[in-house]
Nanobody, 115 residues
């Protein structure tokens, strides 16, 4: 069982920045990948970004060039740096970890982009 604890959401104005953190209960090298998903009201959950155990990254087209996923191996933590935020980035953001054909999820953190 992998436990994920997220932090860093909040309210920000358009054009602003936020950084989300996700701490895993075990070494991230034991996980196939970790990532961030988001879900806006009335919408399906969608992949935002992921990073594999080997360090490869993948981003949704809508966030390329604005968001960066990274990790701190010593802290078993993955980050999502979000810059140039837009109102359409408003959603609940969920941390995800994949290990041996199972997915684990954090509790979610709200990100609201509004003036």
């Amino acid at each position: 069982q992998v436990q994920l604890v997220e932090s860093g959401g909040g309210l920000v104005q358009p054009g602003g920045s936020l950084r989300l953190s996700c701490a895993a209960s075990e070494s991230i090298f034991r996980l196939n990948w970790m990532g961030w998903y988001r879900q806006a009201p009335g919408e399906q959950r969608e992949l935002v970004a992921l990073i594999t155990s080997g360090g490869s990254t993948n981003y949704a087209d809508s966030v390329k060039g604005r968001f960066t996923i990274s990790r701190d191996n010593a802290k078993n933590t993955v980050y999502l740096q979000m810059n140039s935020l837009k109102p359409e980035d408003t959603a609940v953001y969920y941390c995800n970890a994949h290990k041996v054909m199972r997915d684990y999820w954090g509790q979610g953190t709200q990100v609201t982009v509004s003036s």
